[in-house]
């Protein structure tokens, strides 16, 4: 009977103590997160979504500290164009060597290297890697049960990516670009 309770114990203890131990590190659901892209020209917009590859968030109980995503750059989606109707021409431009280049280019990176805040509310600093090129990266970032949002802009240009960039090419007019790009990222763990 005692090595009955004993071994009930133990059992109970390596459960308690394996949930405690990996409880910080929460993996991202690549079906339910959702990561929105919006680029301005002079004479509109486009917008869409990428897919995840994969993440994860860490905390130190209800605290954020830490996490680390891939990015698919092959599945850059157009949403506001139709089949047919230039979305094919657009999407492929994108991936071309003029903006992401993912054939040599196949994944982006952002690895959170500091966190400040609480409560739910934090402002995330960290590294974002696109098109090879590392730079660090700061934005605010919510989290509420298992979603963390987040809004910012990326100035693509700083990534080497500067086609129709008023910043560095004249007499664009029309045809310019804007250097920054909107993410909308929410994550669900």
Same mark, same amino acid.
Not at 14 to 25: H, K, M, Q, R
Not at 31 to 41: A, F, I, M, Q
Not at 72 to 78: G, L, Q
Not at 136 to 151: Q, R
């Given at each position: 009977?005692? $090595?009955?309770?004993?071994?009930?114990?133990?059992?109970?203890?390596?459960?308690?103590?394996?949930?405690?131990?990996?409880?910080? =590190?929460?993996? @991202?659901?690549?079906? !339910?997160?959702? @990561?929105?892209?919006?680029?301005?020209? @002079?004479? /509109?917009? &486009?917008?869409?979504?990428?897919?995840? %590859?994969?993440?994860?968030?860490?905390?130190? +109980?209800?605290?954020?500290?830490?996490?680390?995503?891939?990015? *698919?750059?092959?599945?850059?989606?157009?949403?506001?164009?139709?089949? +047919? !109707?230039?979305? =094919?021409?657009?999407? %492929? &431009?994108?991936?071309? $060597? *003029?903006?992401? +280049?993912? =054939?040599?280019?196949?994944?982006?990176?952002?690895?959170?290297?500091?966190?400040? /805040?609480?409560?739910?509310?934090?402002?995330?600093?960290?590294?974002?890697?696109?098109? +090879?090129?590392?730079?660090?990266?700061?934005?605010?970032?919510?989290?509420?049960?298992?979603? %963390?949002?987040?809004?910012?802009?990326?100035?693509?240009?700083?990534?080497?990516?500067?086609?129709?960039?008023?910043?560095?090419?004249?007499?664009?007019? *029309?045809? %310019?670009?804007?250097?920054?790009?909107?993410?909308?990222?929410?994550?669900?763990?």
């Amino acid at each position: 009977m005692k $090595n009955n309770i004993l071994k009930t114990g133990l059992f109970a203890f390596s459960i308690l103590f394996s949930t405690v131990v990996f409880a910080g =590190e929460k993996k @991202v659901n690549l079906e !339910e997160s959702t @990561v929105n892209w919006k680029g301005y020209k @002079v004479t /509109g917009s &486009h917008e869409g979504n990428i897919k995840l %590859a994969e993440g994860v968030l860490t905390f130190e +109980g209800e605290t954020l500290t830490g996490g680390k995503f891939t990015i *698919d750059m092959t599945s850059i989606n157009v949403t506001d164009l139709k089949a +047919g !109707e230039g979305k =094919e021409k657009l999407e %492929a &431009h994108l991936k071309s $060597n *003029d903006f992401f +280049g993912v =054939e040599d280019y196949k994944k982006a990176m952002f690895t959170i290297t500091k966190v400040t /805040g609480e409560n739910g509310n934090y402002r995330v600093y960290g590294d974002l890697t696109i098109k +090879g090129q590392t730079l660090p990266k700061t934005f605010e970032l919510s989290v509420k049960d298992n979603t %963390a949002t987040a809004n910012f802009k990326v100035d693509r240009t700083k990534y080497d990516i500067r086609y129709g960039s008023a910043s560095f090419f004249d007499n664009l007019k *029309d045809k %310019a670009i804007y250097d920054e790009f909107d993410l909308n990222v929410t994550l669900k763990f």
